[in-house]
């Protein structure tokens, strides 16, 4: 009866720590990990709108200046054109100029 005794009592006190164990581990997740958590969200949450309300303004100048510049590239493209017709234009003038004074040589021999 020695053995059937004790084993009863080891029994009994190991069910006595399990329940005691899985209680205190219940009341850590009630006092400390569940109140962590929450306040993890919500100091997620304030990051993500405080990150958003920062990024926002920075995309839209993004996009401004994307605009901008492909505005100034179209700019570019037209100066560039009328920067190829001025030069037409002059060298079309150096070259009437040149005939003009090969002429009055020609008429002034």
Same mark, same amino acid.
Do not use: C
């Given at each position: 009866? $020695?053995?059937?005794?004790?084993?009863?009592?080891?029994?009994?006190?190991?069910?006595?720590?399990?329940?005691?164990?899985? +209680?205190?581990?219940?009341?850590?997740?009630? @006092?400390?990990?569940?109140?962590?958590?929450?306040? +993890? *969200?919500?100091? !997620?949450? *304030? &990051? =993500? %709108? =405080?990150?958003?309300?920062?990024? $926002?303004?920075?995309?839209?100048?993004? %996009? @401004? @200046?994307?605009?901008?510049? +492909? *505005?100034?590239?179209?700019? /570019?493209? !037209? @100066? &560039?054109?009328?920067?190829?017709?001025? &030069?037409?234009?002059?060298? &079309?003038? *150096?070259? /009437?100029?040149?005939?003009? %004074? $090969?002429?009055?040589?020609?008429?002034?021999?």
């Amino acid at each position: 009866m $020695e053995w059937s005794g004790l084993a009863t009592q080891m029994t009994s006190v190991i069910t006595t720590f399990t329940i005691i164990g899985g +209680a205190l581990i219940w009341v850590y997740k009630k @006092l400390v990990s569940d109140p962590d958590k929450r306040m +993890a *969200e919500k100091i !997620q949450r *304030e &990051n =993500s %709108e =405080s990150l958003k309300m920062t990024v $926002e303004p920075l995309t839209k100048s993004i %996009e @401004l @200046l994307n605009h901008n510049l +492909a *505005e100034s590239e179209k700019d /570019r493209i !037209q @100066l &560039n054109k009328q920067m190829g017709k001025h &030069n037409v234009i002059l060298n &079309n003038h *150096e070259t /009437r100029i040149t005939v003009l %004074e $090969e002429w009055k040589k020609g008429v002034s021999e």
